[in-house]
């Protein structure tokens, strides 16, 4: 089966620095990958994805980029925000079938 | 409009006794998932259902765990003979497969607050 890992585990910025949080997955067959945010006591929310057949996706600070020969995908965050802090999920899904996902990272990021 | 709802938000049981997680989608949301996250760890998949049917069960971890969705709307996670290994938050998700702009397939899935089990 498919194997999502994601590192780091914790992730600290200065506000207004960039992150990026990266994960590598085993299945060559798995042609979409979320991401989501997650903020404590709260459900995961989806905030981009990226299907296996672009390579590049982006959203005003958020872009995700997908190398499909390596098998892994990153998540940058430019100007990040305090509100930006949280944890973060990738996933990894064949045909929208099973997810699966990684361990989280938690970003922190300091006024 | 109402999203994904679960209930209970928090359920206690002793070791040995069966439990009831219910999750309900939203509304015309063809797809459903369950998933359980432990502290710490990302969610992990149980059960996929298309419509009424289980489509990829193949993350149950074992015969005690057992999911159903009878009229293709409401579903419930079962779990018999409980242990202190299944404590954990179960989290339901549902989605509406169509099209995007661009004609790629397009399956956002929005999560519950989840059940948050704690096994005595």
């Known amino acids: 089966g498919e194997n999502v890992e994601q590192h780091p585990s914790t992730l600290s910025v200065q506000e207004g620095d960039s992150a990026v949080i990266k994960c590598t997955y085993s299945d060559s067959a798995s042609n979409y990958f979320p991401w989501y945010k997650q903020e404590l006591g709260k459900r995961p929310q989806l905030i981009i994805d990226?299907?296996?057949?672009?390579g590049e996706k982006k959203d005003q600070r958020i872009a995700v980029t997908l190398n499909k020969t390596a098998k892994h995908f990153s998540l940058h965050i430019t100007e990040t925000q305090p509100e930006d802090s949280a944890v973060y999920f990738c996933?990894?899904?064949?045909?929208?079938?099973?997810?699966?996902f990684g361990s989280g990272t938690k970003l922190n990021v300091k006024p | 409009g109402a999203g994904v709802s679960q209930t209970p938000s928090n359920k206690v049981t002793e070791k040995g006794k069966y439990v009831e997680l219910r999750c309900d989608p939203i509304s015309g949301h063809t797809a459903l998932y369950w998933y359980r996250q432990s502290l710490g760890q990302g969610p992990e998949f149980l059960i996929y259902?298309?419509?009424?049917?289980?489509?990829?069960d193949s993350g149950l971890p074992n015969d005690r765990f057992f999911a159903v969705r009878p009229e293709g709307s409401v579903s419930t996670l079962k779990i018999q003979r409980t242990e202190r290994g299944d404590s954990a938050v179960y989290l339901c998700?549902?989605?509406?497969?169509?099209?995007?702009?661009?004609?790629?397939?397009?399956?956002?899935?929005?999560f519950g607050p989840g059940t948050r089990l704690t096994v005595l």
């Open positions: 990226i299907r296996s057949n672009v």
């Open positions: 996933a990894a899904s064949q045909a929208f079938n099973k997810f699966y």
């Open positions: 998700a549902s989605s509406s497969r169509g099209l995007d702009r661009e004609n790629n397939a397009y399956n956002e899935q929005f």
């Open positions: 259902f298309q419509g009424t049917g289980a489509a990829d």
